[in-house]
């Protein structure tokens, strides 16, 4: 358990529509970090949080948005959902901005249908 | 960043040791060298890290080569828990963004 806690677990949702996962880093963690991983494009970073200010940018679409909030724990929203954001959803955290020992929760497996 | 190049793939019997090779050829004096795997669809975990040193810890060994182009991450006794895909990462440590870049990994499969 790495102490990092994502909700839901699954979320099947149909195209068009908006969804929010949530993280709650670990406690002491500053930086929230968010990963893709689907089927043929690998794990990819998305977006960086620290203290609750923006980081870092991936290729995050300008669909999904991201917010930290002051407890530290994060969402990460995605609207107008395509087939194609069936995905894993990963959320990291670290205790500074500046590590690579970064921690990842379980995921939130995201199904478009 | 320097790119990494792993072999796709990898088996190791279980109890002995898994040496799994990374090869960074165009690593600069300020990058360090991260470990992780992920087990089937779980989050990527955190395993080790190094710069020049060898470097220890209760889950792994990771051995750098003195010119710092290649590393080694030995698992001392492998079992079935540990197959998995492994990846080698190398980055600058900074203040900059911290995302990390997973390439394709090895994936190591223990067999019994």
């Known amino acids: 358990d790495s102490g990092v806690t994502q909700t839901p677990k699954h979320l099947i949702t149909a195209t068009g529509q908006r969804v929010t996962l949530r993280c709650s880093p670990r406690?002491?963690?500053?930086?929230v970090y968010w990963y893709q991983q689907s089927l043929d494009q690998g794990l990819q970073f998305l977006i960086q949080y620290y203290n609750g200010e923006e980081r870092a940018k991936g290729n995050i679409l300008e669909r999904f948005s991201a917010q930290q909030f002051p407890d530290l724990h994060s969402e990460l929203n995605l609207s107008s959902l395509e087939l194609g954001d069936s995905a894993l959803y990963f959320c990291?955290?670290?205790?500074?901005?500046?590590?690579?020992?970064?921690?990842f929760g379980p995921g939130t497996r995201l199904t478009v249908t | 960043d320097a790119k990494t190049t792993q072999p796709p793939s990898m088996d190791c019997a279980e109890g002995r040791a898994a040496n799994l090779p990374c090869n960074h050829s165009?690593?600069?004096?300020?990058?360090?060298v991260y470990w992780y795997r992920q087990i089937h669809s779980q989050g990527p975990q955190y395993i080790i890290h190094?710069?020049?040193n060898n470097e220890t810890n209760e889950m792994a060994s990771l051995i750098i080569t003195e010119d710092r182009k290649s590393s080694t991450l030995i698992l001392p006794h492998a079992t079935l828990r540990d197959t998995a895909v492994y990846y080698c990462?190398?980055?600058?440590?900074?203040?900059?963004?911290?995302?990390?870049?997973f390439g394709g990994g090895t994936r190591l499969m223990v067999k019994p």
């Open positions: 990291a955290s670290s205790k500074t901005g500046g590590s690579y020992e970064q921690y």
């Open positions: 165009t690593i600069s004096g300020n990058e360090y």
């Open positions: 190094g710069l020049k």
């Open positions: 990462i190398v980055r600058v440590v900074g203040n900059a963004g911290n995302m990390l870049t």
């Open positions: 406690s002491g963690d500053l930086s």
